[in-house]
Structures are given as C-alpha cells and as structure tokens.
C-alpha cells in the first residue's frame, strides 16, 4: 500500500478509518474485516481511503460485510 507521500501501514489505515467514521473492524484468523451500517457508509469508507491513501478498500481489509439489525 502506498501513498504520496510513501508507504503507509496497513494497522494506521484501519485506526483512521475507526476515528472518522461508526465501523466496526472484526478480525478473522488475524485478517481484519469491516462491518458498515450501509450502502451509503461504504461507499464514503471507500471514497476517504482511496482520497486519502491512494488504495482501495479491499486492499485494507480482508472483506466488508454490513452490520446485522438488531433483533
């Protein structure tokens, strides 16, 4: 992953993304995954990394999976 201004880790990505927006980062066997409220939040998700960080979202996470309603 890189950016303008050099290589950028995957972990300081991940904690920008959890400061800026209501996401979740779950962890499967030590892959982290994003759980999003909705289509709409995704889409800004994707848009902040690929504005900010010059990757794309999959490049980050493992998968993107949309949070569950609460029974």
Do not use: H
């Not at 980062?25 to 030590?30: A, P, Q, T």
């Amino acid at each position: 992953m890189t950016a303008g201004r050099g290589t950028v880790e995957q972990d300081f990505i991940i904690e920008r993304i959890r400061e800026q927006f209501q996401c979740r980062v779950l962890w499967s066997e030590g892959r982290p995954c994003l759980e999003y409220k909705n289509i709409d939040e995704l889409d800004r998700i994707s848009d902040y990394v690929r504005a900010n960080f010059d990757t794309e979202l999959l490049d980050v996470f493992f998968t993107a999976i949309e949070s569950l309603p609460a029974d």
